[in-house]
């Protein structure tokens, strides 16, 4: 049976249930209200002739039926009440869904139009409830890649006025140290070009294949390195660094060294050297770096955002990030797979 008329046929039976009981109690009544009516004339000793027969009758057959009418409604509304109040129910459920409530969950009873109604309600309560939990999401990632692209921005944003504070309080620079400075902010504007595309395109990633995947990290230690040796001691471990290949986002792989760059700078000892190891074993890229711990710690703000980031970024690649500090150095262990 179609469901656009299960409803119409329950209804239909619960009439012909009604009037089903209201007959034989209209049946009943009239039985026992004539025997009454009898019975009582008879113990009264009294004739009842014809007109007055038919008159009681008339009246009794009256009573009955006004009786039979009243429990005919009442029985009706009583079956009627469960679907009355499951209506009730659906009625809350929409104005649930009206007001934003999307824990609000009809209970599913019965096989008819109101079942149906139940189910589409609640399935808009779920479909808008997950929707409300992708956009809720899809904002924290927004909110998250804007902090951390804006933090990621401050370490070529700092080389870059490091080198022009540099150049505008050196008197005797030379034509070559114009030229090198020059190279490297330019070198760093790029960098911070690159990070404020990403964001404006929603940080959309372009991994690239590399043949020789060394190659890539010895360009981008290099400026690492250097950005580095003004303030730390750096030693740079590449002895169990063999080549390998892979998929990787420049950008990405640049941030990863800026962010431990940044947390050197603000927390690392600088009479102690910095330490970098990088190694490849058993199909996987090993990234340990190591410094001790300024004491006192400085004071500076800290969001962690670097290492989050960091987490972030490697969690693309299928790597992992561990990190054990005590309370005079700081170690972190970065692992990537790759192809040899």
């Known amino acids: 049976m179609s469901t656009n008329r299960k ?29 009454i009516t009898y019975n009582y004339f008879e113990q009264q000793r009294q004739t009842i002739n014809s007109y007055l027969s038919g008159t009681l009758q008339l009246w009794i057959n009256g009573i009955c039926f006004l009786a039979s009418v009243f429990f005919f409604v009442v029985i009706f509304l009583f079956l009627l009440s469960q679907k009355l109040l499951y209506l009730g129910e659906i009625i809350s459920g929409i104005e649930a869904l009206r007001t934003h409530h999307m824990d609000y969950i009809i209970p599913v009873v019965g096989d008819n139009e109101f079942t149906e109604l139940a189910k589409q309600i609640n399935y808009l309560s779920e479909t808008e409830r997950q929707l409300k939990q992708k956009e809720d999401a899809l904002k924290e990632d927004r ?3 804007i902090r951390s692209l804006s933090h990621d921005i401050r370490t070529p944003l700092t080389s870059i006025l490091s080198y022009s504070e540099l150049m505008s309080s050196k008197k005797d620079r030379t034509p070559k140290e114009m030229d090198t400075y020059i190279e490297l902010m330019h070198k760093k504007a790029l960098q911070i070009k690159g990070l404020t595309d990403r964001l404006l395109e929603n940080s959309i990633r372009n991994p690239e294949y590399f043949d020789h995947g060394k190659f ?3 360009q ?10 003004e303030d730390y001691h750096c030693e740079i471990d590449w002895s169990e660094c063999s080549d390998f290949k892979g998929y990787f986002d420049v950008q990405e792989i640049r941030r990863i060294f800026d962010n431990l760059l ?15 190891k990088l190694s490849v074993l058993e199909n996987q890229l090993l ?6 711990i300024y004491l006192p710690q400085k004071t500076v703000e800290s969001h962690k955002l670097g290492i989050e980031t960091i987490r972030s970024i490697i969690s693309r690649y299928d790597g992992t990030v ?14 990537i797979p790759v192809n040899l």
């Open 322 to 335: 561990e990190i054990s500090s005590t309370e005079n150095t700081f170690h972190i262990m970065i692992s």
């Open 287 to 292: 990234i340990w770096q190591s410094n001790q």
């Open 143 to 145: 909110e998250k890649l």
């Open 216 to 218: 890539l990290l010895e």
């Open 220 to 229: 981008i230690l290099l400026d690492w390195e250097e950005d580095l040796s």
């Open 262 to 276: 940044t947390n050197i700078q603000k927390y690392a000892d600088e009479t102690a050297p910095v330490l970098l």
């Open 7 to 35: 409803l119409s046929k329950e209804i239909l039976i619960t009439i012909v249930i009604s009037a089903v009981i209201s007959i034989f109690l209209f049946a009943f009544l009239q039985l026992m209200a004539t025997s």
